[in-house]
T-cell receptor, first 120, second 112 residues
Framework: GAVVSQHPSRVICKSGTSVKIECRSLDFQATTMFWYRQFPKQSLMLMATSNEGSKATYEQGVEKDKFLINHASLTLSTLTVTSAHPEDSSFYIC????????????????FGPGTRLTVL | LAKTTQPISMDSYEGQEVNITCSHNNIATNDYITWYQQFPSQGPRFIIQGYKTKVTNEVASLFIPADRKSSTLSLPRVSLSDTAVYYCLVGPPSGGSYIPTFGRGTSLIVHP
């Protein structure tokens, strides 16, 4: 199956610093990637849709100037949390949308392993 | 976008069959149903996908009634390692505009 990697797997930073998270599709090209945030004991919350070569589409309530998304190639999307604060501490997960190759199925998401961000 | 509803939690024992039902009353004609499994501190993992009737793969079966307003994920003979959260999502035809929305999921606990 399709493999998606994320780096780093965990990061601890001081309040006010910026953190970049990379999401890579290792064996396929992904024109669309999604970024989620997940707090403890809660479901995944979609933050934004990242499309290769164009600006990301952010969900309501997500600050685009704080969560910068870049999808410069078909295999890499990055999420930068700018001026991080303790309330930004969360589990960030990316996924790549894999288009179906034939009839009988629809698009599938393949998820990265997630990045645990802790802001002190 | 179809909203999904699942039981918050389920308990089972090793070796039993587990059936998790998801309601999606507003599913669109072209939407598919996809189930994911998530372990703590990991990204979700694709389990199975279907459109109607029954789909089976090496790990699970998916039952979808004719009206498609619900679906049931069936896990045969669960083991302790099946303890996880299970999510159902409904989505558009290939290439269509898509805003994936995760519901609360079902937390399955398998006991020895």
């Amino acid at each position: 199956g399709a493999v998606v990697s994320q780096h780093p797997s965990r990061v601890i930073c001081k309040s006010g610093t910026s953190v970049k998270i990379e999401c890579r599709s290792l064996d396929f090209q992904a024109t669309t990637m999604f970024w989620y945030r997940q707090f403890p004991k809660q479901s995944l919350m979609l933050m934004a849709t990242s499309n290769e070569g164009s600006k990301a589409t952010y969900e309501q309530g997500v600050e685009k100037d704080k969560f910068l998304i870049n999808h410069a190639s078909l295999t890499l999307s990055t999420l930068t949390v700018t001026s991080a604060h303790p309330e930004d501490s969360s589990f960030y997960i990316c996924s790549a949308r894999v288009l179906s190759r034939s009839g009988g199925q629809t698009d599938t998401q393949y998820f990265g392993p997630g990045t645990r961000l802790t802001v002190l | 976008l179809a909203k999904t509803t699942q039981p918050i939690s389920m308990d089972s024992y090793e070796g039993q069959e587990v059936n998790i039902t998801c309601s999606h009353n507003n599913i669109a004609t072209n939407d598919y149903i996809t189930w994911y499994q998530q372990f703590p501190s990991q990204g979700p993992r694709f389990i199975i996908q279907g459109y109607k009737t029954k789909v089976t793969n090496e790990v699970a079966s998916l039952f979808i009634p004719a009206d498609r307003k619900s679906s049931t994920l069936s896990l045969p003979r669960v083991s302790l390692s099946d303890t996880a959260v299970y999510y159902c999502l409904v989505g558009p035809p290939s290439g269509g505009s898509y805003i994936p929305t995760f519901g609360r999921g079902t937390s399955l606990i398998v006991h020895p």
